[in-house]
């Protein structure tokens, strides 16, 4: 690769990670006022050439006009009842669970969250005593894409060209196996009970996020098989 080129794909790795970092913490907790404050000064892409990335980021900047006061109160209400619901049913709310959406029964600690948790564990990464929800949580599948996106910008500026290479690898392969394999029918699930623009806004970017990351990787991945072919 030319010198720019290099620059390049590094910038775009290092946009991966905060896009990354940027929809964990959303889904992570409620919305508190700093955290408000801070994306509310961030600049978001207009034209990316994804409509779901393209309408998700114009819904969340249309509820960022707002100011905070009259958020806090809906913000919290919305994220209950989009991620947590009732608790009447498997199917009263979005849960933020692989398990729930590829498990037959609707279940939380299954199958998908013992395949995570080994991939976690296989990376050197150990859940925060913190965190007291199931591993197969959307936040942490995308830290893990996060870290991974991290790990990959670091072996870029050590030239270790191979190493990068697996960690684009995994990042296409979680992704395939995991993230996207539920995400679709989540993200559908949220935007029928999402009531602010928000939450709505963030189920589209999430989706069209993801969709885009895949084609990046599956690229950037046939690209090197064809060069090493």
């Known amino acids: 690769m030319s010198e720019n ?4 794909f590094d910038s775009l790795i290092e946009s991966r990670s905060a896009t990354y970092g ?3 913490r959303l889904y992570r907790v409620e919305i508190d006022e700093d955290f408000f404050n801070e994306i509310s000064s961030m600049r978001f892409p207009v034209n990316t050439g994804n409509s779901s990335v393209d309408e998700g980021y114009r819904l969340i900047c249309s ?10 109160i809906e913000l919290a209400a919305d994220y209950t009842r989009v991620f947590l619901g009732h608790g009447v049913n498997s199917y009263s709310a979005a849960y933020p669970y692989e398990s729930v959406h590829t498990s037959p029964k609707r279940l939380m600690m ?9 991939l976690y564990r296989a990376a050197g990464l150990m859940k925060n005593d913190n965190w007291r929800d199931g591993e197969d949580h959307i936040a942490l599948e995308l830290e893990f894409e996060q870290i991974l996106c991290i790990r990959t910008s670091e072996a870029l500026s050590e030239q270790n060209e191979d190493v990068a290479l697996g ?3 995994q990042q296409y392969n979680f992704l395939k196996d995991h993230l996207l394999n539920w995400i679709p029918f989540f993200t559908t699930e949220m935007e029928l009970y999402a ?4 939450y709505k806004g963030l189920a589209k970017l999430t989706r069209g996020f993801l969709e885009t990351d895949s084609e990046f990787l ?3 991945l046939d690209e090197e098989l064809q060069y090493s072919a």
């Open 22 to 24: 940027f929809l964990a």
């Open 5 to 8: 080129k290099d620059s390049m």
């Open 110 to 118: 299954q199958e998908a969250r013992d395949e995570v948790l080994a």
């Open 195 to 198: 009531k602010t623009d928000l």
């Open 167 to 169: 960690l684009l690898t």
């Open 63 to 72: 509820y960022l006009s707002k100011s905070w006061p009259s958020c806090a």
């Open 218 to 220: 599956e690229d950037v």
